[in-house]
């Protein structure tokens, strides 16, 4: 893709980057992190164990990674433009589920060498894990290159400057205000951060699908901020959550993914943003399908009601 997709805390959310602007963005730990304070180190929550964790949340919006607000419910006409293949052409519509497998990951500290390393180590189970799905779909794999900054410059994927996680051509920018802003709580800080990763890779996977080449297209030739065109784009930022929710929900025991589940209703569009991420329940109940049915195809946006895409 020619540009990046965004996911961080700003006003107008991850962005779809054509070759006009800006293209698309979680996971989860089962940490009780507090931001003022320095945590105990507790380490990432695998399949295997089972300890609670207590999460508090609150009723507000919030982009893939924005500061959050009071929900509201945006009402967009759906599009006439024909939507990605919803069929066997779509390679990432097929009934194909992902291995449960752990994911052990270091403990979760606030230092920036702490998130680089558990960061660092979930994405090589984002490989291993999606190049064994890749293999069933007999397409060929590669791994992206992940860039954790807390400084997004204007040479960064050929946009202006903004201080948010993003995906673009085969790397995941991530920003740490991106997760450490979430709403749904300091305990829900970890789940965020695997999270907000889990979904940027879904990006990835979309472009190595040839998804993101053929919707960049479409929503050029629909017009950049037309109702048509951002359905398109909510529909694969939602699949892109669908994606994350399956990756979690293999890896990671109940209460984690709980936990992920919790951060991810907080988020979706702002009240006032353009309409192109979701509103939070569907950011929310897309992440869920995932976690829950474990199914590309059941993760399959592109053949949904406009109702489950707004």
């Not at 164990?49 to 919030?62: E, K, L, N």
């Not at 998130?115 to 894990?129: G, I, Q, R, Y």
Request: aromatic share 6%; with cysteine; proline share 9%.
């Amino acid at each position: 893709m020619t540009g990046p997709h965004r996911s961080g805390p700003r006003p107008a959310v991850l962005a779809l980057a054509l070759a006009l602007g800006a293209i698309f963005g979680v996971a989860v730990v089962r940490i009780v992190v507090s931001i003022g304070d320095e945590p105990e180190p507790q380490p990432m929550a695998s399949t295997q164990p089972h300890v609670s964790v207590t999460v508090t949340t609150t009723v507000s919006a919030v982009r893939t990674s924005f500061v959050p607000t009071v929900t509201t419910t945006t009402t967009v006409v759906s599009t006439t433009v024909p939507p990605i293949a919803s069929n066997a052409t779509n390679p990432l519509t097929q009934p194909v589920s992902m291995d449960r497998n752990g994911c052990p990951l270091p403990p979760w500290t606030k230092t920036d060498e702490g998130m680089a390393v558990l960061l660092t180590a979930e994405t090589k189970c984002l490989d291993d894990s999606w190049r064994l799905v890749f293999d069933q779909l007999k397409l060929p794999f590669t791994a992206p290159k992940l860039v954790l900054t807390d400084k997004v410059t204007a040479e960064d994927c050929g946009r202006p400057p903004e201080q948010n996680s993003f995906y673009c051509e085969g790397t995941i920018y991530l920003v740490p205000s991106s997760y450490l802003t979430t709403n749904a709580g300091s305990a829900a800080v970890p789940a965020a951060a695997v999270s907000l990763l889990a979904h940027e890779y879904g990006h990835h996977l979309q472009q190595l699908s040839g998804t993101l080449q053929v919707v960049t297209a479409q929503i050029r030739d629909a017009g950049v901020g037309t109702p048509a065109a951002l359905e398109l784009s909510r529909r694969t930022e939602l699949q892109a959550q669908c994606l994350s929710g399956m990756f979690v929900g293999t890896h990671f025991d109940g209460p984690s993914t709980a936990a992920a589940r919790t951060d991810n209703y907080t988020r979706g569009d702002a009240p006032g943003a353009l309409p192109d991420h979701g509103t939070p329940k569907n950011f929310g109940d897309w992440f869920t399908v995932g976690a829950q049915r474990n199914s590309l195809q059941d993760c399959n946006t592109w053949s949904a009601p406009p109702d489950a895409v707004q």
